[in-house]
């Protein structure tokens, strides 16, 4: 292994500091005199509009969380690959679920939640994101897998192309988590529509922030079933 001369930084690198710009406190204050409290209101119409424009995508649905966003799509990944769950179960309920390896933990959560289990694909060193050559690898050593779930690291998109190349080659589904990705671009695309599920977050310390987070169907579904979705 190459030794590497690694100096620590002089400064302190944050993730993503919030930044505040103004009108934020309007719309809160808005929400509050209209008694929009709840999970519904004209906000949250609005932010679900403007995210299924910008990237592309016939709806936008807001969750409560980038976690619940990831975790919904992962549950209808499961059900559509593997059928109705039993009571008490997880729609991935015994099945291996091929997972980025370098990312927040809330991508790979839902896995367990839904009873899979979580099979850590390396990352390569151009994007910092899922290796195809891993992925094909685990394909080797796992044919029976049929869901891939993928992040795009500190708003980096990876090797897209070649990644729904090889699930489309294994007769796999994608669950895309562009939550720090949102406004990033990939051959001219917005990211959060490559996956057959996707989903973005408006976290503190991701792109924008907002007390909405999305899920989606993604391009992948839109090719195989004239459906394009996108949920938050």
Same mark, same amino acid.
């Given at each position: 292994?190459?030794?590497?001369?690694?100096?620590?930084?002089?400064?302190?690198?944050?993730?993503?500091?919030?930044?505040?710009?103004?009108?934020?406190?309007?719309?809160?204050?808005?929400?509050?005199?209209?008694?929009?409290?709840?999970?519904?209101?004209?906000?949250?119409?609005?932010?679900?509009?403007?995210?299924?424009?910008?990237?592309?995508?016939?709806?936008?649905?807001?969750?409560?969380?980038?976690?619940?966003?990831?975790?919904?799509?992962?549950?209808?990944?499961?059900?559509?690959?593997?059928?109705?769950?039993?009571?008490?179960?997880?729609?991935?309920? @015994?099945?291996? #679920? !091929?997972?980025?390896?370098?990312?927040?933990?809330?991508?790979?959560? /839902? $896995? +367990?939640? *839904?009873? @899979?289990?979580? #099979? !850590?694909?390396?990352?390569?060193?151009?994007?910092?994101?899922?290796? /195809? $050559? +891993?992925? *094909?690898?685990?394909?080797?050593?796992?044919?029976?897998?049929?869901?891939?779930?993928?992040?795009?690291?500190?708003?980096?998109?990876?090797?897209?192309?070649?990644?729904?190349?090889?699930?489309?080659?294994?007769?796999?589904?994608?669950?895309?988590?562009?939550?720090?990705?949102?406004?990033?671009?990939?051959?001219?695309?917005?990211?959060?529509?490559?996956?057959?599920?996707?989903?973005?977050?408006?976290?503190?310390?991701?792109?924008?922030?907002?007390?909405?987070?999305?899920?989606?169907?993604?391009?992948?579904?839109?090719?195989?079933?004239?459906?394009?979705?996108?949920?938050?």
């Amino acid at each position: 292994m190459k030794d590497f001369d690694v100096k620590p930084f002089e400064k302190k690198v944050w993730l993503s500091s919030p930044t505040m710009h103004g009108e934020e406190i309007q719309y809160v204050t808005e929400a509050y005199e209209t008694n929009w409290m709840s999970t519904v209101g004209a906000n949250i119409n609005e932010v679900e509009k403007k995210v299924a424009e910008k990237v592309g995508c016939k709806y936008a649905v807001a969750l409560s969380a980038g976690t619940a966003a990831l975790h919904l799509a992962t549950r209808l990944a499961g059900e559509r690959l593997y059928g109705a769950h039993k009571p008490n179960e997880g729609s991935l309920q @015994g099945h291996k #679920v !091929f997972c980025s390896d370098m990312t927040f933990d809330a991508t790979v959560n /839902p $896995v +367990a939640y *839904e009873g @899979g289990e979580a #099979v !850590f694909i390396d990352t390569e060193c151009d994007t910092w994101n899922m290796d /195809p $050559v +891993a992925l *094909e690898k685990a394909f080797e050593i796992y044919p029976e897998v049929r869901l891939i779930v993928i992040a795009h690291l500190y708003g980096t998109p990876g090797k897209i192309d070649e990644i729904r190349s090889i699930a489309k080659k294994h007769n796999a589904l994608i669950v895309e988590d562009a939550a720090e990705s949102f406004g990033a671009t990939y051959k001219g695309k917005q990211t959060g529509i490559f996956g057959d599920y996707n989903a973005i977050s408006f976290n503190g310390n991701n792109i924008v922030l907002t007390e909405a987070n999305l899920i989606q169907r993604g391009q992948g579904a839109e090719l195989r079933h004239g459906c394009n979705e996108i949920a938050a």
